[in-house]
């Protein structure tokens, strides 16, 4: 068997997987913010006619996977495994929308990092014979998010200047063995770093160390310099994750301050729409991917990408025992045949 | 490249995945039931030295990783993947637990059938040559599922007929590309099937259907006899999903009357022990698995098994909010080599 992996954490595909369309859906907010054009759907009403904004959350998901398997010309049933997660307890959003999909579905949580995690996975799937279909699908929603992790929207309660705003949004992607999309040729998995932070309003600090991490190892594993990619895009670090991402990998030897940028800092204007340190949320990253990073890598105007979805693994639980807060980035390289 | 997938939702692997190594570590009510001598470690205290019933939790995944390994005679930095989940909000136990490990991770969500989850993507991730060795590995806790999906323990209210005792235990089992154990032959991946069922006191009634509609599809796509398997083993439906699942099953034209159990019935003498229904929760099947079932068959008093482990992915959100109760097992067949 040809040697698939190289280094210690990333693979290379012999076969690698195409992503032949993909989908997003998003809140009026987000509508709103500088990627507008690039969003297939945007909500009038983060309710989007249900009764909760679970219910919310889990329709979109579930309208965003139908939306990018017709734009990928293909059937719900061509689907041969739907890999999902989001961030509220227990996967509702994913759970209930792969009930309704019907497709067969390997539930994901990697917190804010599951969009990469579930092109990681799929694309081993594919790349590794075991499908010649899938969709790789994430959401997030601020009003589901904000009462489950923080407090209830009607509290009204001020938000530091630190704290990022949960993306309302769902991205996916459908993965195959064939076709002229972008191709995934390296995913990198990383693992979990926790360099101690405890302030749960700063979340961009406790995932930076993740994604330095995994970035450095990407390059280290491969070998590639890093004006390989047009962009290196981190999932939801915000401005302060961002600097100190740009820090940490340049203290070891890679300097990416020209072509390195986070999706929670391109998603909103931030001064503007009152976002503070930026959006987050499984949503973000996915939004802005399988939105803005797709169709430009479609027109050429990108042509090589890594993509580096980071996670914040707390729960309201390890908050109150007074736990840190551990931080996970996978990254995935999307670039264009034949570039 | 040769078909691996058989029928729509099976995998039949080429270089399957060798289980090199298992532990297992119970809390003390387990250590009490029909399969003690079976488990590595049996916890005189459920706390295990630790603060809260949580962080209790992560310390017997760690720790029963680093007995699977040692068993395996590998080290911890042989490991590529630690793919794991566990039952708490943002799977605490187990993104805690990478963190001290430090091993590149994919975190699962498949509420009681993360076990298999685990096993069907780590043989997917070692037959198609990603790695060479792996971790799989799952945990729940009495206390800190009680705590969470139920009522305190201090408020000591009386549990119906039909409910379920979550298991305290983690087990974990070593996947490799090489070696002399059991191996994984066919992985069956599940659909998230919904019969309606809102009672979140009968888990193995929301539960069955999905089982039930696995284990169909397994003798469906590999047109193996139900007699094929020395044993076939559901996760924690317990006294009332077993029966069910046995009709459902039944009623597709396979009859396992003669040769199927289930872990929540194995691990619990339920009228001596009180534990109703049966056991459950992620530990159920990944301790009867890694415990039980691993050490028959390397004595050779089993020689095929399939493993289907069930979840049932409600939140107390999705219950609090009327929702049903959407169910998911996924299947894998363990062998003896030359079996």
Known sequence: MAIKKIGSQTVKFDNPPIINGTSTTVGPKEGEGPLSEYFDVVLKDDLYGEKSWELSESKMLRETVKAAIQNSNKKISDMEYMLSGDLLNQLMSASFA???????????????????????????????????????????????????????????????????????????????????????????????????????????????????????????????????????????????????????????????????????????DNKAQDTHAGGSGCGCSACVFCGYIYKELMKKNLNRVLLISTGALLSVTSTQQGQSIPGIAHAVSIINQGS
């Open 98 to 268: 792969a009930r309704d999909l019907g497709i067969p579905f390997f539930g994901l949580y990697g917190a804010c990092s599951t969009m990469t995690e579930s092109l990681s996975l799929g694309s081993m799937i594919i790349d590794g014979g075991y499908a010649d279909n899938l969709i790789a699908v994430t959401s997030s929603h601020f009003s589901s998010a904000e009462r489950q992790f923080r407090f209830p929207l009607e509290h009204g309660n001020q938000r530091k200047p630190t704290a990022h705003w949960t993306v309302t949004g769902a991205g996916a992607a459908v993965l195959s063995s064939y076709g002229n999309g972008p191709i995934i040729n390296y995913v990198t998995t990383g693992k979990v770093v926790d360099y101690g932070i405890k302030d749960a309003n700063n979340m961009g600090a406790a995932m930076a160390p993740s994604a330095a991490d995994t970035i450095v190892k990407h390059f280290e594993d491969t070998g590639l310099s890093t004006d390989y990619y047009d962009l290196i895009v981190t999932g939801d670090l915000g401005q302060i994750g961002k600097e100190i991402t740009e820090e940490l990998v340049l203290d070891k030897g890679y300097n990416i301050l020209n072509n390195y940028n986070d999706c929670g800092l391109l998603i909103f």
